[in-house]
């Protein structure tokens, strides 16, 4: 074994040994104990110097591998990779592959567990199909070959503004309604317009990592505020970040851990806002989609200072393959937002918009929404009482039950593990910005949880973690 070397295993630790062989070797070469070009003794050679198996030490190898640490020479044996001068530039790069790694491991799929995407039993196709051809023909004459309206058809953003006062206590115009590609298109619709590059910005923690992405590429600072059962902790904001100049946060139905921002906090957030003339984005991913007594109103249903901007999103409730949203602008923003969708950021297809404008018209989206809730409040309870078989420790959090896992647990690894069998759970440390606050959990998505594979699945997932002890 290299001098510099020296890894000291703990079999009784609930880390993996292969994973305290990949965090040994990491310090070892980002101290520069291990130079560019040590050569490492070959995966079979530590296992056997460790006492442990060869495939312990080569899912250490195969990871340090996949994060550029290491290479293989084959006969000329494994070597510390170089590492590039500059050092900010690599770490961007790292960062973003990173970044697109764990995007396409949460957004893959359907798989069980997963989070993100509606149930697929009883999925409206054909009746959302016969709207859309509908509105094909209505579209597809000459006449109406025009350039539609960037800010999005107008039939659309007037039943999204009706649904909104209805179900979300939402009262607005259709003028402040703008349609988008989803929810993170809105977020980059609103960033673009509100122009705060350098300003800070408080982000829940845990939060949304998609949205801190894009705040990071948006040049904020972000300022991550803790969760508690009442939501995000206005006060700490206060306390630590007065001066920010916005705030992204779910108030309806934290993201990951459920949790409702209490009134008391909603009115707080909102004085902060008015008095620091900072801005607020209302990421409503989940709507009216609860599962426990009323859904909370819309924070910006409160808005009195016009500081609120409200976005939604269609991908929980009909489909993320529509790649459908909105956006509910403040009245003094609303010339903003048009100049910036007529130049920059226009509304998507107007077939998918008019079929979805129709759909809602007819009743349908409502008749699907409360489906929904039905069908996740039942595969929920089944899945407590699997969860309750294996003796596990949860708690509900909206639209998914999260299984908590003892301290230094590598619920990444696990999800990882999960995923090569069908099964998506999302780890919850992956949601801290902060690894000194960071949790181990497993973040279960109830949609994704057909009621006929719950038990086989959670024997598998325990099988994992039992692995993992």
């Excluded at 900010?88 to 973003?96: D, I, P, Y």
């Excluded at 403040?330 to 008019?354: K, M, Y």
């Excluded at 809602?360 to 969860?387: E, N």
Aim: hydrophobic share 45%; proline share 6%.
């Amino acid at each position: 074994m290299n001098a510099n070397l020296k890894i000291q295993l703990d079999r009784t630790a609930a880390l993996s040994l292969s994973e305290q062989i990949r965090m040994s070797i990491t310090r070892a070469i980002e101290s520069g104990l291990l130079a560019p070009g040590a050569r490492l003794p070959s995966w079979q050679g530590l296992a056997a110097q460790l006492g442990v198996a060869r495939g312990t030490v080569q899912a250490a190898y195969e990871r340090l591998s996949d994060a550029q640490m290491i290479e293989s020479f084959g006969a000329r044996g494994t070597r510390v990779a170089p590492r590039p001068r500059a050092t900010a530039a690599r770490s961007v790069t790292l960062g973003s592959e990173g970044f697109m790694k764990t995007y396409q491991e949460m957004t893959a799929g359907p798989a069980i567990f997963q989070l993100g995407v509606p149930a697929l039993k009883d999925l409206p196709e054909k009746l959302f199909a016969r709207a859309r051809s509908s509105n094909l023909l209505k579209t597809g004459s000459l006449s109406t070959l025009v350039y539609p309206d960037p800010r999005g058809e107008a039939e659309l953003r007037r039943e999204i503004a009706g649904y909104l006062s209805i179900s979300r206590n939402l009262h607005c115009s259709p003028e402040q309604v703008f349609i988008t590609s989803g929810y993170t298109a809105g977020l980059g619709l609103a960033l673009r317009v509100l122009g705060l590059d350098g300003k800070k910005v408080w982000m829940e923690e845990p939060g949304f990592l998609f949205t801190r992405r894009g705040l990071e590429l948006a040049r904020l600072n972000i300022v991550p505020i803790p969760v508690d059962a009442e939501g995000i902790n206005v006060s700490y904001g206060i306390e630590h970040a007065a001066d920010a100049a916005l705030a992204v946060l779910t108030p309806g139905q934290q993201a990951p851990l459920g949790s409702t921002l209490s009134l008391r906090r909603r009115l707080q957030l909102l004085e902060w806002a008015v008095s620091s003339k900072a801005w607020i984005i209302e990421d409503d991913y989940l709507s009216e989609l609860q599962l426990e007594g009323r859904p909370a109103p819309a924070l910006a249903s409160l808005d009195e200072g016009n500081r609120v901007i409200h976005i939604g999103t269609f991908s929980k409730t009909i489909s993320p393959a529509l790649r459908l949203g909105f956006i509910v602008a403040p009245t003094e923003l609303i010339s903003a937002f048009s100049e910036t969708t007529a130049t920059l950021v226009p509304a998507p297809s107007p077939v998918i918009q008019l079929a979805t404008a129709r759909f809602m018209r007819d009743g349908h989206y409502i008749q699907r929404v409360r489906r929904l809730k039905r069908l996740y409040s039942s595969q929920r309870d089944a899945l407590c009482a699997q969860l309750q078989m294996h003796d596990a420790e949860w708690v509900n959090a909206s639209l998914a039950v999260l299984l908590r896992l003892p301290e230094g647990a590598p619920d990444m690894d696990i999800a990882r593990e999960a995923r090569a069998v069908g099964m998506a759970p999302s780890p919850l440390s992956a949601w801290f910005a902060n690894p000194s606050w960071a949790l181990p959990g497993l973040l279960l998505g109830v949609a994704t949880a057909p009621e006929a594979h719950l038990a086989a699945s959670c024997r598998r997932l325990f099988d994992i973690i039992d692995r993992h002890r």
